[in-house]
């Protein structure tokens, strides 16, 4: 199958095609020029999207990479022959800190629409990691300076902006809750109701409409098989850590151990 026919094969819409298309433009670039080369973000469904193209056409040196581990929203780096994928961390992707005045209170949507607001587009912003003093942003290197020079308001609060390390980053998340309990399967459905405590059928639907993210993918498959390390995320609810399976209760449920964030 030719590239354009894998292309069609994959993609779901114009806007599929087009991320597809500008994936392999990076890659091609690497390999014809011999320099790294990055895309912008992609959600995790495009992230996954890129993955399966990648595999069926045996292509090499490449990572999905967002800062966090957790992050839901990643690009991808792809390296020349010279140099190791983990050497262009550093200068793929930036980190903003957004600090807040301790009486504001500022949600997600407020960074992100203030953002929006300036006319920045969202590929070029990455997840936006709330907490105590205000967010960190992750963002590409090509609107840094602007970010800097205009962002100063969110969600009509005044803020104040600088660059750290990306060692420095605070994802907003404390010390998870650890969750054990007994289930009879270890389908995604399954595992999500439990951890969540909702209903199977409210869990499928989560999984219907995009919001689980497995290992930073989503994961649109109800009965997928949760293994133990795995992570999870659940727009809207929060995030886990499927610790382990830890044996099997007398009427044969498996129990585990998780650690739930949120």
């Keep these: 199958m030719d590239k354009r026919s894998l292309i ?6 114009d ?5 597809l298309r500008s994936f392999l433009d990076k890659e091609q670039a690497r390999s014809t020029k011999n320099i790294p080369t990055f895309t912008k973000f992609l959600t995790p469904a495009q992230a996954g999207m890129c993955e399966n193209l990648a595999r069926k056409l045996k292509i090499t040196d490449y990572a999905f990479f967002g800062i966090d581990e957790e992050a839901e929203r990643k690009i991808c780096i ?14 793929a992707l930036v980190l903003i800190r957004c600090t807040k005045s301790p009486k504001d209170s500022l949600t997600h949507r407020d960074y992100l629409g203030s953002l929006m607001g300036l006319g920045i587009v969202r590929e070029t912003v990455g997840d936006i990691f709330v907490h105590e003093n205000g967010a960190d942003i992750v963002v590409l290197p090509e609107i840094k300076d602007f970010i800097l020079t205009h962002f100063s308001r969110a969600g009509r609060k005044e803020i ?3 660059v750290i390390t990306h060692s420095e980053i605070n994802t907003g998340l404390s010390q998870g809750v650890i969750k054990t309990g007994s289930i009879s399967s270890l389908r995604a459905d399954c595992v999500i109701a439990e951890i969540w405590g909702m209903s ?10 995009g919001r689980f993210i497995l290992n930073g993918y989503e994961c649109k498959k109800p009965d997928k098989e949760i293994a133990e390390g795995d992570k999870l995320n659940l727009r809207g609810k929060g995030k886990a850590h499927f610790i382990e399976i830890t044996g099997t209760s007398k ?12």
């Excluded at 792809?78 to 200068?91: G, I, M, N, R, S």
Aim: charged fraction near 40%; aromatic fraction near 8%; avoid cysteine.
């Design 8 to 13: 069609a094969s994959l993609a779901q819409n």
């Design 15 to 19: 806007e599929d095609v087009a991320v």
């Design 78 to 91: 792809f390296a020349p022959d010279y140099l190791e994928v983990d050497d262009l961390k550093e200068e």
């Design 160 to 162: 104040s902006v600088e």
């Design 200 to 209: 199977r059928t409210l869990s499928k639907e989560a999984i219907d409409q």
């Design 251 to 262: 009427k044969g449920k498996l129990r585990y151990k998780a650690e739930k964030f949120g």
